[in-house]
Every structure is written in structure tokens, then in C-alpha cells.
């Protein structure tokens, strides 16, 4: 088996087709069809069933198609070392955020670091923090920024300078003049919030933690899956939400929107890495260009 038959079978099953798979990697459709037969025979195992003229993986390719995965980023880790190596002239890191973190400012720390190594190029996959934390232990990224908490026994969290959550409301609103006090207040509001495994979404669930409510007893009208979502909900009346001032700071300005007087505590960012894995000379750069 080798490591350009499991790049075959990983475009493949993404696909589902292998004509589409050659094109991807600049393949004839027979040297592509060969690799995988070669694949199928040498173990004597079926990968794909062919549906008309259509490919589906079997349930032996979909549990083969993980741990191809996994064998290609090991292989590519093997390459980043020889990057290092190479003084970081060449070579990937590939990077995750969650969204507030990756739109409004992951940006400004991958500018940074393209300034002090402009050959080596920079990756970004966006998702929620339960998602990149997933990522993260299965090694489809090196690095992921969140906002949220994360416990995971395989993963090594660090805290990073984080940004200020707000509570805000449509102007019209009435806590824009008058903020909710009690617990009673805050359940009589109606919320418009991010979806489940969010960081965001954390900070509406601890604020009703402190007041000892339960999110089955709250008005929700709407879970939208980004910040600009909600942002947008909020500012057409929507409901109440809880953002970061990176994401509302435009509308705020404008009057969009209207921030309510009520304490939030300050939010932390959290840098994850895989604890099985050593820190590379590259992420340790730009773990640099991370700090304030």
C-alpha cells in the first residue's frame, strides 16, 4: 500500500466518482481505477459498490477511509518537519477557528505571520468549538482557536487574550432603556441564539446558569448557525442576544443595535494542539504572533 493509492481512495470516496477524482488529481481515469482495484485485491476487501453508474463507499470503505486520513496526515507531518528544517521557507500549517474567532480575529495573527515568513502558506477551516475540537484530535489540523471550553483528555488547551461579550437588542427595545435585573426579567425575554457547541452560545448558558434557569424555560425564536445571523435577527427585532463586541462594534456605532447595560464576565480564546503531537517550529511561530 502507498501513500499515492490512499490519496486515490481518499479523493475517490470524496467524491464518490472517479472521473471527477482523476481530474482532481491530474490522473488518467484507468491509472485511477487501477489504484483502487490494486487496493480492493491486494486485501481482498470491497471499498466501493458500484450503483449504476454511480460509486458508494461500503461500509468496509467508510471505516478504511478514516484511517487512510489519518496515515496522510501523518505522512504530512512527516513534511512539515523537513519545512522546519528548511527554516520555514516552504511548507503548510493548517489552522481551525471557530467563527468569531476566525472572521474577526485569527485574520489579523495570519497577517502577522505571513509578514515574517512569506513563503510559507496558511491554511483556515471554520466550524463551531466542538467542531474544531474534533478536528484537532483527528488530525485534520495542527491548531484551533476557540472561544468556547473545551475537555478533551487528548487535547493540550492554552488560554489566549480573548474578547468582551455584550448583550444587545433591537433600539426600540425595551431593555435598551431599562436592563433586565432578576432572573424573572431574563426569562421573560425572548432570545435569539447560535447553534448548540458554539462559544457563544456557551456564554447564553452560563449567564442562565448564574440565575439559576433552565434553558427549557426560556423563549427562543431563533438558533442561526453564524454570528452574522443572529446580528441580523437582532437588529429586525428578532430578540435579545449575546455577541461579541468584535461582531456587533459596527452597529453599535451606528445605532443599529443597542448594547444593554448588564455585566458579562470577559471571554477567554483557547488555543488547542493534540497532546500526542510536538509542537512544530511553525506553530510555535505563530503561537508568537498569537500573543499580544
Known sequence: MTLEQLRIFIAVAERQH??????????TQSATSAAISALEQRHAVR?????????????????FLDEARAVLGRAEQAERLLADLAQLRRGTLRLGASQTVANYWLPGVMQRFHNEYPDFSLSLTTGNTQDIASMVQGATIDLGFVEGVVEAPTLSVTKLTGDEMALVVAPDHPWASTPPLTAAQLQEGTWVLREPGSGTRAVWEDLLKRNGLDKASMRVAFELPSNEAVRSAVKAGGGAAILSTLVIQPLLENGRIARVDIDLPQRNFFVLHHKERQISLAEARFLDCAQP
Open 47 to 63: 471499498l466501493f459498490d458500484r450503483v449504476g453508474r454511480r460509486i458508494v463507499l461500503t461500509d468496509a470503505g467508510r471505516q
Open 18 to 27: 472517479v472521473t471527477q477524482a482523476a481530474a482532481a488529481l491530474n490522473l
